[in-house]
T-cell receptor, first 113, second 113 residues
Framework: GAGVSQTPSNKVTEKGKYVELRCDPI?????LYWYRQSLGQGPEFLIY????????DSGLPNDRFFAVRPEGSVSTLKIQRTERGDSAVYLC???????????FGEGSRLTVL | GNSVTQMEGPVTLSEEAFLTINCTYT??????LFWYVQYPGEGLQLLLK?????DKGSNKGFEATYRKETTSFHLEKGSVQVSDSAVYFC????????????FGQGTRLTINP
């Protein structure tokens, strides 16, 4: 596709369960970002990949959160032992390096009951 | 790190009214500044940017001028349309040269016909 694709668009899970959120960036974009957006707030940075490696994971809130990008394209954000406070919209973005223009997907809305 | 403070919303205007959404920032050096927009049901997209002091970014009739004296990057449009209804986010790099952006809380704009 032409844009950043995120799946699922909605995920409802129970407290304590494991969740995976997928991001398919724009073809050719080497940089990939995950952000989290809570209701009424702006996006908050989680992690940034340059190619296959996590160049900056300083925004991950704790060790329950992990993200991979094994082939330098698709990325998966993994959340273990989900908590109600993890409920938010998880946004993925991609870009060419150093332009500063991020192209965002529509997000995955996670609800933890 | 750098930070941004954005005008609280929501903002409701009539069609053809003049729009200003305030954004002020705190930063080391002179980072690029951005306005992103999120239309209903869509992902965030870049609206405009300015890369140095006194630059004016413009797009779709919107303008914002990078003012270092007042550390501001206010968004303006002379005559808004119903289709401008969206959430607007001011953003800048968290630290100089970094890829990750810090976003304001967003301003929800509703334009009535």
């Amino acid at each position: 596709g032409a844009g950043v694709s995120q799946t699922p668009s909605n995920k409802v899970t129970e407290k304590g369960k494991y969740v995976e959120l997928r991001c398919d960036p724009i073809s050719g974009h080497t940089a990939l970002y995950w952000y989290r957006q809570s209701l009424g707030q702006g996006p908050e940075f989680l992690i940034y990949f340059q190619g296959t490696g996590a160049a900056d994971d300083s925004g991950l809130p704790n060790d329950r959160f992990f993200a991979v990008r094994p082939e330098g394209s698709v990325s998966t954000l993994k959340i273990q032992r989900t908590e109600r406070g993890d409920s938010a919209v998880y946004l993925c973005a991609s870009s060419f390096v150093a332009t500063g223009e991020l192209f965002f997907g529509e997000g995955s809305r996670l609800t933890v009951l | 790190g750098n930070s941004v403070t954005q005008m609280e919303g929501p903002v409701t205007l009539s069609e053809e009214a003049f729009l200003t959404i305030n954004c002020t920032y705190t930063a080391t050096g002179y980072p690029s500044l951005f306005w992103y927009v999120q239309y209903p049901g869509e992902g965030l997209q870049l609206l405009l940017k300015a890369t140095k002091a006194d630059d004016k970014g413009s797009n779709k009739g919107f303008e914002a001028t990078y003012r270092k004296e007042t550390t501001s990057f206010h968004l303006e449009k002379g005559s808004v349309q119903v289709s401008d209804s969206a959430v607007y986010f001011c953003a800048l790099p968290l630290i100089q040269g970094a890829q990750k952006l810090v976003f304001g809380q967003g301003t929800r704009l509703t334009i009535n016909p």
